[in-house]
């Protein structure tokens, strides 16, 4: 199947810095990239949508300026937590698709952020 | 509120034993997705159903998707020590070929030796 890398794994922080995640499709090419947060015990939260070369959809009370979202080419997407505060500590998986259906999403995983 | 419920939110179970995990939306679900994460890592795609009534099954896991296509089963059949982990419904709900998927909250589940 497709594989999707994320880095760093882990990641920790001190608060008021910025942290950058990469997201990339090993052996496809991306049109579409998703990142999502996951707090403990709780369900995966959809916060962007990026498509190569335009800007990225955000989902409601996710601030752009904050998780700036660039999807540059169709194997490299990032994103950059500015800023961060302990309240933005969580785990951040993204997943890529090459298609248009869902079942073409693979996803990546994962990177634990620590802000102290 | 969550769109997705998933029943139970963890669970605890004998090696050899069957269980079975639950899906519900209040709304039409257009796909729903069966998903297994284990703790820290990224999501490692079950089954995928999509009409009413459909059931898959792959190795001693079953996936059924109810009639009215609002409610989702998981079962796994005398469970092992690698069915531990998380498991997630993720689903379609916008449909039109909606590019966004909705997760339930996930369901832990232990499997005792």
Same mark, same amino acid.
């Given at each position: ?61 996710? +601030?752009?300026?904050? =998780?700036? *979202?660039?999807? !540059? %080419?169709?194997?490299? #997407?990032? &994103? ?6 302990? +309240?933005?500590?969580? =785990?951040? *998986?993204?997943? !890529? %698709?090459?298609?248009? #259906?869902? &079942? ?13 | ?113």
């Amino acid at each position: 199947g497709a594989v999707v890398s994320q880095h760093p794994s882990r990641v920790i922080c001190k608060s008021g810095t910025s942290v950058k995640i990469e997201c990339r499709s090993l052996d496809f090419q991306a049109t579409t990239m998703f990142w999502y947060r996951q707090f403990p015990k709780q369900s995966l939260m959809l916060m962007a949508t990026s498509n190569e070369g335009s800007k990225a959809t955000y989902e409601q009370g996710v +601030e752009k300026d904050k =998780f700036l *979202i660039n999807h !540059a %080419s169709l194997t490299l #997407s990032t &994103l950059t937590v500015t800023s961060a505060h302990p +309240e933005d500590s969580s =785990f951040y *998986i993204c997943s !890529a %698709s090459s298609g248009t #259906s869902l &079942l073409e999403q693979y996803f990546g995983p994962g990177t634990r952020l620590t802000v102290t | 509120s969550q769109e997705l419920e998933q029943s139970p939110q963890s669970l605890i179970v004998q090696e050899g034993k069957n269980l079975t995990i639950n899906c519900t939306s209040s709304k039409t679900l257009y796909g729903l997705y069966w998903y297994k994460q284990k703790y820290g890592e990224g999501l490692i795609f079950l089954m995928m159903l999509q009409k009413g009534g459909e059931e898959k099954s792959h190795e001693k896991i079953t996936a059924k998707l109810d009639e009215k296509k609002q409610q989702s089963s998981l079962h796994i059949t005398a469970s092992q020590p690698s069915h531990a982990g998380i498991y997630l419904c993720g689903a379609d709900i916008g449909g039109q070929g909606a590019q966004k998927l909705v997760f339930g909250q996930g369901t832990r589940l232990t499997i005792n030796p």
